[in-house]
């Protein structure tokens, strides 16, 4: 499974990706590009079975993240933002619940519901002139269709 971490600028995303998958990230140079890692899934079930069995080879489930650039306004006006999501098997929406003077916020404030609100429209959004642009597309190939048949 492939999963994509999304959210608005400083609300802890690259801290999540860096925790789960153990790695360090470094500073992007140019326009912000998806970061993939593998984080294993941990399961006392699996210790438990391991133990009981002793396999030759002991493999944890592992799942795919992937950290993708900031949901900031040139991003979501490019497009690209919207290209990383549809590669993406479930997404992971990080919204920032904490108060830090020291950290800025893309809004000025924090506030958790709107900022969960804003990126769900603009998913939504998203979502809605994709399926607009593939009715348009599915009209078109009915009329093509109908025209040959005639």
Do not use: W
Not at 131 to 140: F, G, H
């Amino acid at each position: 499974m492939k999963v994509g971490i999304i959210g608005l600028p400083q609300t802890g995303k690259k801290t999540l990706f860096q925790t789960l998958t153990g790695s360090e990230l470094k500073e992007q140079a140019g326009p912000p590009k998806p970061v993939p890692g593998t984080a294993d899934i941990l399961d006392k079930r699996f210790d438990n079975m391991v133990a009981m069995y002793t396999p030759k080879k002991e493999v944890h489930a592992r799942i795919d993240l992937v950290l993708l650039p900031r949901m900031e306004q040139e991003n979501i006006a490019r497009g690209d933002i919207f290209r990383d999501i549809a590669d993406m098997d479930a997404v992971c929406h990080v919204v920032r619940a904490f108060e830090d003077e020291a950290v800025y916020h893309a809004e000025g404030s924090v506030d958790p519901l709107r900022d969960a609100s804003m990126v769900n429209s603009e998913l939504i959004m998203h979502d809605q002139i994709f399926v607009e642009k593939r009715i348009e597309r599915i009209e078109q190939l009915v009329k093509k269709k109908r025209m040959k048949s005639s």
